[in-house]
């Protein structure tokens, strides 16, 4: 994977760092719900920064290190590990587009959010958990028939589009009552339009075997 370490770094900047499951220090939701100074949470971010960014570069020299050593033995098989690291990676990504698209749509369509009960819905935070784990299966999936090419971006792009969209309005029909189309195929259109770039520009050369 072509720059690796800093697709690895990011998912520590986002999820480990930025927008941890708790109000930690120095990430989003510890700046909006804690009342913590600004300086606090500022004056940590470089240490965390340096620490997460010195792993990932250190990770992905070991991995790359390793993957010489298999090709010098003939094993150039990738391994499920590998793409399964892939996946979640684009997966992550994804799972940003729906953060995005969601606080964009409630933006511009003038409501009013309740951060500190949004903060504590299990259901909420559940659905786009599940949205995630349908991603990265489907992104495992695909992969292999992008390679072989079976399968046009237009129509990955599509078929991501409705997955990413569907599944916010099913659970939400299922498990909170009530839902839109509209607005659930209206959050799925930046997840997709990420996993769809992702897949062109991450997954090239001989298929995987």
């Known amino acids: 994977m072509k720059h690796g370490w800093l697709s690895l ?121 599940v949205a995630f784990v349908l991603n990265v299966a489907y992104v495992l999936y695909i992969s292999k028939k992008w390679l072989r090419h079976e399968i046009s971006l237009w129509v990955l792009g599509l078929i991501a589009w409705a997955l990413d969209g569907l599944v916010i309005f099913f659970y939400q029909w299922i498990f909170m009552g009530s839902s839109s189309l509209l607005i659930a195929m209206s959050i799925g259109v930046l997840p997709a339009i990420i996993i769809t770039l992702s897949v062109r520009q991450n997954y090239k050369g001989a298929p995987m075997s």
Not at 27 to 51: A, D
Not at 77 to 101: H, N, P, Q, T
Not at 109 to 126: C, M, P, R, W, Y
């Open 9 to 129: 770094w990011l998912l520590f900047v986002v999820f480990a760092i930025l927008s941890t499951t708790g109000a930690a220090p120095s990430s989003i939701e510890g700046m909006v719900y804690t009342r913590l100074p600004l300086w606090y949470h500022l004056i940590g971010l470089p240490e965390i920064m340096l620490q997460t960014l010195a792993f990932s570069l250190l990770l992905i020299w070991w991995d790359k290190r390793a993957s010489k050593a298999n090709e010098s033995r003939g094993e150039t098989r990738k391994s499920f590990f590998s793409e399964l690291l892939m996946a979640v990676v684009i997966g992550c990504f994804a799972y940003i587009g729906y953060a995005v698209g969601s606080l964009a749509l409630f933006f511009i369509a003038g409501s009013n959010i309740d951060f500190e009960q949004a903060a504590g819905d299990v259901k909420t935070h559940l659905m786009f958990v």
